[in-house]
């Protein structure tokens, strides 16, 4: 190999071949594979006596891509370590020179970059810096604290709970807590009655359109309608009553459009519209980042940084947006200047970007002949939700009218009121449209025109009964968006605090909701009896901080691990001496009304290891087990076209094609 070549090492491989080509000739790009060393499996690997000092090891199965990484430095006239610009990426970087040891005099440069493009790869490595050590230290304080965490709890839940599996985390039980907490909170819901009335009403004019008017006012009380004998008594008091319009309010309102994505907004985003896991959504977005082959003659990134929580927007690439709407639009659909949005989430780095196309240019359509269904589909709806946040507000005109009712020319004290709202101009809403899962679907529709005195005929009033409702339970997006607001976990974490609990069996999905299990309100109760600080969510956000205040330099690792473990070993202590052992009740098994084809005993329906599946009454003498069909998921294998199907494995269920064994696609990140 040529000695004046520059070394450069990434994660991955995908990652390698799109940065090969910006570079040229003088580089030679490798891929440590992700992480080259970790704190051992099998043991705590934390010198707690010895300031915490972590003993990192390498796994077997990185030996060869270490070896490989160790000849090219030798090799190498200069490295650059061009690892991800988080902490992540950082500490892989940190390791990879730990492991690599290139010879003195041989220059080692920290290159960053949050979008893999020509310009932006040039300009990382003329202001090639130094390790953030820093960051550094942040990664090894949250690895080690996890591990102490992991290593001391885990095994006693081991001990005191029948279950397989079983884990504590620092995160991932906050989680579970937000979802068990629901779920109780829903159990104990009672319901309260209450009633609503309407007036359907029409102008006196040729070909009226009908419209309703909600009872507003009684007097200058709300109405509080408890029972049906109360809204049958305003119905009562308005027989025979005149309906007129009272006033008649018209105001210009403007709809704003979404900031640009974060990683958690892109993840609720991808699940409410697209049904993609946040696991599958990173999984996809890891994807796009490190470079596609959209016919370019080479892999580029077709989208920038996807952990970030900042939604700043360079100004380069807002220009570009706006020369691609007026084009594309109009300048109509342009504001002023571009908007400029407030990072909502304290601890964020506004050095980083929004999750955003690299090039808005390339348009959904035109990538779409390159791309799988599901990037596809998480490219689209990334570049849409970009442009539309550079685009110039939907305008609407909501109308108020007030309806007054009287007798005999005195005024009653029952006072309607209708809304309507009209689009004038659709702005943003061209390009992207969301609704929440909260949101109510449901918006004012148009009024016709009223004025102010105007009479109206009465055409029905409608009672309707209602019933107060529990909060929802969460979904794999909700849940995300609550850690978020209470500061618990960050962009790196999210999608793995979801899928731990899931693989714990601690919670399942019931349709899109998050259901707690048996087995994780059981552990949870264990956890927060005997460790109430460690797993209180004030307590867990404010190590969140600390880790921040660690990689802003602001404090020393040791300082944060001393003190958490002053704190923690006690109540490790105590939880040794005192946590009582839990066996959870195995559901009994529930007769299908089939009998045994083997045997002719009665089939019935038992909850195994993997889920609930229908076998003979006469086990263990009879060992038949129905085979049941994989739930569809209603997408099509990307490799040959079949259906893609639920499947369960000793790791949990997963998404593969109904064609196995001839076609053994599987979706890693279902």
């Known amino acids: 190999m040529n000695q004046e070549k520059a070394?450069?090492?990434?994660?991955?491989?995908?990652?390698?071949?799109?940065?090969?080509?910006?570079?040229?000739?003088?580089?030679?790009?490798?891929?440590?594979?992700?992480?080259?060393?970790?704190?051992?499996?099998?043991?705590?690997?934390?010198?707690?006596?010895?300031?915490?000092?972590?003993?990192?090891?390498?796994?077997?199965?990185?030996?060869?891509?270490?070896?490989?990484?160790?000849?090219?430095?030798?090799?190498?006239?200069a490295l650059y370590l061009a690892t991800d610009p988080d902490r992540e990426g950082e500490a892989i970087a940190w390791h990879v020179l730990q492991v690599a040891r290139p010879a003195a005099g041989v220059p080692v440069h920290r290159v960053t970059f949050h979008q893999i493009t020509p310009a932006a790869v040039r300009e990382a490595f003329q202001r090639a810096g130094a390790l953030n050590m820093?960051?550094?230290?942040?990664?090894?304080?949250?690895?080690?604290?996890?591990?102490?965490?992991?290593?001391?709890?885990?095994?006693?839940?081991?001990?005191?709970?029948?279950?397989?599996?079983?884990?504590?985390?620092?995160?991932?039980?906050?989680?579970?807590?937000?979802?068990?907490?629901?779920?109780?909170?829903?159990?104990?819901?009672?319901?309260?009655?209450?009633?609503?009335?309407?007036?359907?009403?029409?102008?006196?004019?040729?070909?009226?359109?009908?419209?309703l008017a909600e009872l507003w006012r009684i007097g200058e009380e709300k109405p509080d309608l408890k029972n049906r004998a109360d809204a049958e008594a305003i119905i009562?008091?308005?027989?025979?009553?005149?309906?007129?319009?009272?006033?008649?309010?018209?105001?210009?309102?403007?709809?704003?459009?979404?900031?640009?994505?974060?990683?958690?907004?892109?993840?609720?985003?991808?699940?409410?519209?697209?049904?993609?896991?946040?696991?599958?959504?990173?999984?996809?977005?890891?994807?796009?980042?490190?470079?596609?082959?959209?016919?370019?003659?080479?892999?580029?990134?077709?989208?920038?940084?996807?952990?970030?929580?900042?939604?700043?927007?360079?100004?380069?690439?807002?220009?570009?947006?706006?020369?691609?709407?007026?084009?594309?639009?109009g300048k109509d659909y342009l504001p002023p200047r571009p908007p400029q949005y407030k990072t909502?989430?304290?601890?964020?780095?506004?050095?980083?970007?929004?999750?955003?196309?690299?090039?808005?240019?390339?348009?959904?359509?035109?990538?779409?002949?390159?791309?799988?269904?599901?990037?596809?589909?998480?490219?689209?709806?990334?570049?849409?939700?970009?442009?539309a946040s550079q685009m110039a507000p939907a305008v609407y005109d909501v109308t108020t009218a007030l309806i007054a009712t009287t007798r005999d020319g005195q005024r009653l004290a029952y006072l309607f009121r209708a809304r309507g709202r009209v689009c004038l101009f659709d702005g943003f809403q061209k390009v992207y449209e969301e609704t929440s899962d909260e949101e109510e679907k449901g918006e004012e529709g148009v009024l016709p025109p009223l004025k102010a005195g105007e009479p109206l005929d009465l055409l029905e009033l409608i009672p309707e009964q209602h019933w107060t409702k529990p909060p929802p339970r969460y979904t794999e997006a909700s849940l995300i968006k609550a850690l978020e607001q209470r500061g618990i976990g960050r962009p790196s974490t999210y999608a793995s605090i979801v899928s731990t609990i899931k693989k714990r069996r601690y919670v399942e999905r019931q349709k899109r909701y998050l259901v707690p299990t048996?087995?994780?309100?059981?552990?949870?109760?264990?956890?927060?009896?005997?460790?109430?600080?460690?797993?209180?969510?004030?307590?867990?956000?404010?190590?969140?901080?600390?880790?921040?205040?660690?990689?802003?330099?602001?404090?020393?690792?040791?300082?944060?691990?001393?003190?958490?473990?002053?704190?923690?070993?006690?109540?490790?202590?105590?939880?040794?001496?005192?946590?009582?052992r839990v066996e959870l009740q195995r559901e009994p098994p529930q007769p299908t009304g089939?009998?045994?084809?083997?045997?002719?005993?009665?089939?019935?329906?038992?909850?195994?290891?993997?889920?609930?599946?229908?076998?003979?009454?006469?086990?263990?003498?009879?060992?038949?087990?129905?085979?049941?069909?994989?739930?569809?998921?209603?997408r099509q294998c990307p490799q040959c076209g079949g259906d893609l199907v639920v499947r369960r494995s000793k790791r949990g269920p997963f998404v593969g094609c109904s064609n196995y064994p001839e076609c053994k696609y599987v979706d890693r990140g279902s």
């Open 7 to 77: 070394l450069v090492i990434v994660e991955s491989p995908t990652k390698a071949r799109t940065i090969q080509p910006l570079l040229g000739s003088g580089y030679r790009v490798l891929a440590s594979m992700g992480h080259v060393r970790d704190l051992p499996q099998k043991e705590l690997g934390v010198d707690i006596e010895n300031g915490f000092a972590p003993h990192y090891v390498t796994a077997p199965k990185k030996r060869d891509a270490i070896k490989r990484l160790k000849e090219a430095v030798r090799q190498a006239s």
């Open 134 to 211: 820093s960051l550094v230290e942040a990664q090894q304080a949250r690895r080690i604290l996890d591990r102490l965490v992991g290593y001391k709890v885990s095994p006693l839940l081991w001990k005191r709970v029948s279950g397989k599996g079983l884990s504590a985390g620092r995160v991932q039980t906050a989680a579970l807590r937000l979802v068990v907490e629901r779920e109780r909170e829903i159990a104990a819901f009672v319901p309260v009655e209450y009633w609503s009335l309407h007036a359907r009403l029409q102008q006196r004019i040729a070909e009226p359109v009908p419209f």
């Open 236 to 329: 009562q008091a308005l027989e025979g009553a005149d309906y007129a319009v009272d006033q008649v309010e018209t105001k210009r309102q403007e709809r704003r459009p979404y900031p640009p994505f974060t990683t958690s907004t892109m993840q609720q985003a991808a699940s409410s519209q697209l049904h993609f896991s946040p696991a599958q959504t990173m999984r996809l977005a890891q994807q796009l980042y490190e470079g596609v082959d959209v016919g370019e003659g080479s892999p580029v990134g077709l989208i920038t940084y996807m952990r970030t929580d900042s939604t700043h927007v360079a100004p380069e690439a807002q220009q570009a947006a706006r020369e691609l709407i007026a084009r594309i639009w």
């Open 344 to 387: 909502k989430v304290k601890s964020a780095q506004e050095a980083h970007e929004a999750i955003r196309p690299t090039d808005v240019s390339r348009t959904p359509k035109a990538v779409r002949p390159y791309l799988d269904e599901q990037q596809a589909a998480l490219y689209e709806l990334i570049w849409r939700r970009f442009v």
């Open 518 to 580: 048996e087995l994780g309100c059981a552990v949870l109760d264990l956890l927060i009896a005997f460790f109430p600080d460690l797993f209180d969510y004030g307590f867990t956000a404010c190590m969140e901080d600390e880790l921040d205040d660690i990689a802003n330099g602001q404090r020393t690792r040791l300082e944060v691990l001393n003190a958490f473990w002053k704190s923690f070993e006690p109540q490790l202590q105590r939880a040794q001496a005192e946590m009582p």
């Open 594 to 634: 089939e009998k045994c084809p083997l045997c002719g005993g009665d089939l019935v329906r038992r909850q195994g290891r993997y889920g609930p599946f229908v076998g003979c009454a006469n086990f263990p003498k009879c060992r038949y087990v129905q085979r049941q069909e994989p739930e569809k998921t209603g």
